[in-house]
């Protein structure tokens, strides 16, 4: 049987703009996204540019990947920056403790991100070390890289070959503080919070945008203690902020952490679990956002959810510290789902950074040697980017039978968003569901459409998955089932696919 469904969009009812951080990455000191995804060396026979990999920069250019997290996630908060400047063979090593207890060489370090960044046209989002580090370290680091003139950190940055300051607007005041980043009380973390971003100065016209390490999925209470921070409840004054965004966390999976099962044998009762868990960040994003309201009305804190993705165990033989996992179908309407949902809480979302983009959780691109797979999820990335920075619009879904039961959930198999951006509309459609084709009509009122086109990603099975030898196993396809009606457009989504529509409005 096939599921009808319809989705009302009002093509003249502009909301909120979808900031394009929300398709943001984020690249740590942990396993193979460094060392082996990013960075292969300059002695590498793999193609590169001092170092970083060309094949890499190219498929993430392809996306235009709006900015980049770096160095953590856990390890930022015992990375010493001064460890990775200077002559690579002279720089101190470490061990990183958090990820698989290997030593850490720091031949990738400041100078090498920023070239990074600037490869792939991406804003650095450096999240500094509360954990193990201290304020004038912090403080020293900004100098450092944002300020122009001259000043003892200037010249060290001078004598490392950097003349000109970088421009460098993400700052992270540590990360997961209630855990990994120094397992501290809410309190507390909102007063170091304080502190450090006091420190983190605007040098020039350099204007950072601090981020402090905020919950960990349902924790609304964190929230609320930074929040008291920021203003006075009920003030109508401009409210006094020392950070301009705050952090969440939520990660999918398909059951409790210590079973997280396998990222590529799954059955439908996983995967249904999954998309119950992926789901749950809608009432996370509310739950957070509902009480920054109170504290900021008019919404000039953003909610940053720089770690979000699936994860699972790490793949047969590799190493239990470098959360290498494969991708699938899965994993790539999981990421679907969250986008819909991301661009429905787009008026206080303003970025979000999957973990992470090579080799590690949910990935855009598996390296292996020489080879470079795109993931399924990089598809997904690939196919919405017309998201970023346009204007959302509302989708009302009408349907009766796109909703199965989950143990005693309800899980809504059908979810949809739309945009409009340069006189292009795009429509982004999941259907979840693993056994059932679903009709939907694309009911779109206050204006017209000219000649649409479409895009497919699905494979015949949620398993599937791109490796070097087949690489193309889940691919976007142009999609030629498109029916022009009145009220707009009818298509059929085949079980477990994502479909994007797009139109120049006439
Ligand atoms: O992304 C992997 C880890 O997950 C990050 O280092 C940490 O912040 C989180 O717990």
């Given at each position: 049987t096939?599921a009808t469904?319809?989705?009302?969009?009002?093509l003249d009812?502009?909301?909120p703009?979808?900031?394009?951080?929300i398709?943001?990455?984020?690249?740590?000191?942990?396993g193979?996204c460094?060392y082996?995804?990013?960075?292969?060396g300059?002695d590498?026979?793999?193609p590169?540019?001092?170092?970083?990999?060309?094949?890499v920069?190219?498929?993430?250019?392809a996306?235009?990947i709006?900015n980049?997290?770096?160095p953590?996630?856990?390890?930022?908060?015992?990375?010493h920056w001064k460890d990775?400047i200077?002559?690579?063979?002279q720089?101190?090593?470490?061990v990183n403790?958090h990820w698989?207890?290997v030593?850490?060489?720091?031949?990738?370090?400041?100078?090498?991100?920023?070239?990074l960044?600037?490869?792939?046209g991406a804003?650095?989002?450096?999240s500094?070390?509360v954990?193990s580090g201290t304020?004038?370290?912090?403080?020293e680091?900004?100098e450092?890289?944002t300020?122009d003139g001259?000043s003892?950190?200037?010249?060290?940055r001078?004598?490392n070959?950097?003349?000109?300051?970088w421009?460098?607007k993400?700052?992270?005041i540590?990360n997961e503080?209630?855990?990994?980043?120094g397992n501290m009380?809410?309190?507390y973390?909102?007063?170091?919070?304080?502190q450090y971003a006091?420190?983190?100065?605007?040098h020039?016209d350099n204007?950072?945008?601090?981020?402090?390490?905020g919950?960990?999925?349902?924790?609304y209470?964190?929230?609320?203690?930074l929040m008291q921070q920021?203003?006075?409840f009920g003030c109508?004054?401009?409210?006094?902020?020392?950070?301009?965004g705050i952090?969440?966390h939520?990660?999918?999976?398909?059951g409790?952490?210590e079973a997280?099962?396998?990222?590529t044998?799954f059955d439908t009762?996983?995967?249904?679990?999954?998309?119950?868990?992926?789901?749950?960040i809608?009432?996370i994003?509310?739950?957070?956002?509902t009480v920054?309201?109170m504290y900021?009305?008019?919404?000039?804190v953003?909610?940053?959810?720089?770690?979000?993705g699936t994860?699972?165990?790490?793949?047969?033989?590799t190493?239990?510290?470098f959360?290498f996992?494969q991708?699938t179908l899965?994993?790539a309407?999981v990421?679907s789902?969250?986008?819909d949902?991301?661009?429905?809480?787009?008026?206080?979302l303003y970025m979000?950074n999957?973990?992470?983009t090579?080799?590690?959780l949910q990935?855009?691109?598996?390296?292996d040697?020489?080879?470079l797979v795109?993931?399924p999820?990089?598809?997904?990335f690939e196919m919405n980017?017309?998201?970023?920075d346009?204007?959302?619009l509302?989708?009302?879904?009408?349907?009766d039978?796109?909703?199965?039961?989950?143990?005693?959930a309800e899980?809504?198999?059908?979810?949809?968003?739309?945009?409009?951006k340069d006189?292009?509309?795009?429509?982004s459609?999941?259907n979840?569901?693993?056994?059932?084709p679903?009709?939907?009509t694309?009911?779109?009122?206050?204006?017209s459409i000219?000649?649409?086109?479409a895009?497919?990603?699905?494979a015949?099975?949620?398993?599937a998955h791109?490796?070097?030898?087949?690489?193309?196993?889940v691919?976007?396809?142009?999609?030629?089932g498109l029916k022009?009606?009145?009220?707009?457009?009818v298509l059929?989504l085949?079980?477990?696919s994502f479909?994007?529509?797009?139109?120049?409005?006439?």
């Open positions: 096939t469904a319809t989705a009302v969009i009002d009812i502009e909301g703009t979808i900031s394009r951080h398709y943001g990455h984020f690249a740590e000191h942990l193979r460094i082996g995804g990013f960075w292969v300059e590498s026979p793999i590169h540019e001092g170092g970083i990999r060309l094949d920069v190219r498929a993430l250019r996306l235009e709006p980049l997290r770096w953590g996630g856990c390890f930022a908060d015992e990375y990775g200077g002559p690579r063979d720089r101190p090593r470490m403790t698989g207890n030593e850490e060489n720091n031949h990738f370090g400041t100078h090498e991100f920023m070239a960044c600037e490869l792939l804003e650095p989002y450096i500094g070390n954990g304020v004038q370290e912090m403080s680091w900004v450092y890289l300020r001259d003892p950190m200037v010249r060290l001078k004598a070959g950097r003349e000109e300051p421009r460098v993400f700052w992270g540590g503080t209630w855990g990994c980043g009380r809410a309190e973390s909102a007063d170091l919070a304080r006091t420190y983190c100065r605007d020039g204007k950072l945008y601090r981020i402090a390490s919950a960990n999925g349902d924790d209470k964190w929230t609320e203690t920021i203003s006075c109508e004054a401009t409210p006094r902020t020392f950070f301009q952090t969440v939520h990660y999918t999976l398909s409790p952490w997280k099962g396998s990222a044998v009762d996983d995967y249904y679990r999954t998309m119950l868990s992926a789901r749950k809608d009432r994003l509310t739950g957070h956002s920054m309201d900021d009305p008019r919404r000039t953003g909610l940053v959810l720089d770690e979000w994860w699972w165990d790490v793949e047969p033989g190493n239990p510290g959360l996992q991708n899965r994993d309407l990421a789902t969250h986008f949902i991301f661009h429905r809480h787009a008026s206080r979000a999957i973990a992470q090579v080799n590690v990935a855009m691109l598996l390296t040697g020489d080879a795109l993931t999820t990089y598809h997904v980017k017309g998201h970023q346009a204007t959302s509302d989708v009302h879904l009408r349907t039978d796109t909703r199965r039961l989950v143990g005693d899980l809504v198999t059908l979810s949809a968003s739309a945009s409009v006189g292009t509309v795009l429509v459609l999941t979840l569901d693993a056994e059932k679903v009709e939907v694309l009911d779109l009122r206050g204006g000219g000649e649409p086109t895009r497919l990603l699905t015949d099975r949620l398993q791109n490796t070097p030898e087949a690489s193309a196993a691919a976007p396809l142009s999609f030629d022009v009606t009145d009220p707009g457009l059929t085949p079980p477990h479909l994007t529509v797009q139109a120049p409005l006439s």
